[in-house]
């Protein structure tokens, strides 16, 4: 491709000697003052710039003020020419729309150079802006069709949610069924709260739309802890469990840096605070920023209560799975510690679906126990143990 570059400055001699360095590889125009180029400007568009501060009449840095103004956002390199030069005088080139600043006498090499790299970047540019173009033709022809593919676009975007959450439960023995479980448990209870709780006014259909999608990726950040303490049939001393209490801010970054480059995965903003805010309790000793009673998040609070009471009633390697009931005693022992009384009513209140769930959905598989294999546990201790190795 060849590339056009406009030459500016009141000095003939000056332009016939820059013009030279271009002229085998570039189409070369050349202007004798401000107005000159503007008038060229408006005839043809180049790609490359060289304009002179210092001229008669209008200077340099008035003249690249209203290129740019003629040239409407138009990605047209500026490299500003000065003989004089001082911080001043860079800032205000700058400040005019300057995208380059070089000092006279110019070094040809270093000219041919910075020529280079504008090239180089306005040849990215071009590029993007290609693959804008095509996306967005791509969308066009997607909207048209978007009343008859959006559930078959949202399944598979659940799809996707489920085969990227499971990758997370797959390194410490979790399985696709606990997923669904506590979705579907999240969803629940968010449905009950709605219905008739103090929250119900926070809680409509875009938050049990994005809770659906979202919840299953409360763990994702296991992805980044290590196997030899994520698999550890032990217990886990002190030093390992502030290693794996790190989870949730690994999970949380991953989520939101899918946020930030996506403008359509909005439902990951709530994955993120899920992912970050899982682990906090009522009472305000949870982790990673022991935030108290309202301070969590309530879609953290709601999957809290989902997450513990599966952990409690599944299989790990370091016990066995609990009854329903049983579970429900400790979540209620620990409302208004660990969880939100006002999520606990909404659990109590729709235990038998969540139950029912629970049957509906069993483990497929046996979780293989670890060295530390739990048997039944009555007293109130190893309960409180049992919860909270659950969380």
């Known amino acids: 491709m060849i590339r056009r570059v406009l030459i500016v400055d009141d000095d003939r001699d000056t332009c016939g000697l820059l013009a030279r360095l271009f002229d085998r590889q570039c189409e070369v125009a050349t202007a004798y003052g401000g107005q000159q180029a503007l008038e060229s400007l408006e005839r043809s568009v180049p790609d490359l710039i060289l304009l002179d501060i210092r001229m ?11 290129m740019r ?3 409407n956002g138009r990605n047209v390199q500026i490299i500003m020419v000065s003989a004089c030069s001082s911080e001043t005088e860079q800032l205000r080139a700058f400040d005019a729309g300057a995208d380059d600043y070089l000092v006279k006498p110019i070094d040809s090499q270093e000219l041919k150079s910075r020529a280079r790299l504008h090239f180089r970047l306005l040849d990215a540019v071009e590029e993007a802006a290609a693959v804008r ?5 791509h969308h066009a022809d997607l909207h048209r069709m978007v009343e ?3 559930r078959e676009l949202a399944e598979t975007k659940d799809v996707a949610v489920m085969a990227l959450a499971e ?3 797959s390194r410490d023995q979790g399985t696709g069924e606990h997923l669904i479980r506590m979705r579907t448990y999240s969803q629940i209870l968010a449905e009950t709260l709605r219905a008739d709780s103090p929250y119900a006014d926070q809680i409509d259909d875009k938050f049990l739309e994005d809770l659906h999608r979202s919840s299953p990726l409360h763990d994702i950040g296991k ?3 290590s196997d030899a303490i994520l698999l550890k049939p032990d217990r886990l001393t002190a030093e390992e469990f502030e290693i794996v209490k790190q989870h949730t801010v690994i999970g949380a970054n991953i989520l939101e840096q899918a946020v930030f480059h996506s403008p359509h995965g909005d439902f990951l903003a709530m994955a993120a605070v899920i992912a970050r805010f899982h682990h906090e309790r009522f009472d305000g000793d949870g982790y990673p920023a022991g935030l108290m009673g309202e301070e969590i998040p309530l879609v953290a609070r709601i999957v809290t209560v989902a997450d513990v009471f599966d952990a409690i009633t599944s299989e790990r390697p370091y016990k066995p799975a609990y009854p329903a009931d049983a579970a429900r005693a400790m979540i209620t022992a620990d409302s208004g510690k660990h969880f939100d009384p006002v999520v606990v009513d909404a659990f109590q209140r729709s235990f038998d679906q969540i139950v029912r769930v629970r049957e509906r959905h069993q483990d497929r598989m046996p979780v293989l126990m670890g060295a530390m294999s739990f048997v039944e546990f009555g007293n109130l201790e190893e309960q409180a143990m049992v919860l909270a190795e659950a969380t």
């Not at 008669?56 to 209203?66: A, I, K, L, N, T």
């Not at 173009?133 to 033709?137: M, N």
């Open 167 to 169: 990758v997370a439960e």
């Open 133 to 137: 173009r095509e996306i967005t033709r």
């Open 223 to 225: 992805v980044g802890i």
């Open 69 to 71: 103004r003629l040239l």
């Open 148 to 150: 008859q593919r959006a």
């Open 56 to 66: 008669p009449g209008m200077d340099g840095c008035e003249v690249c003020r209203r």
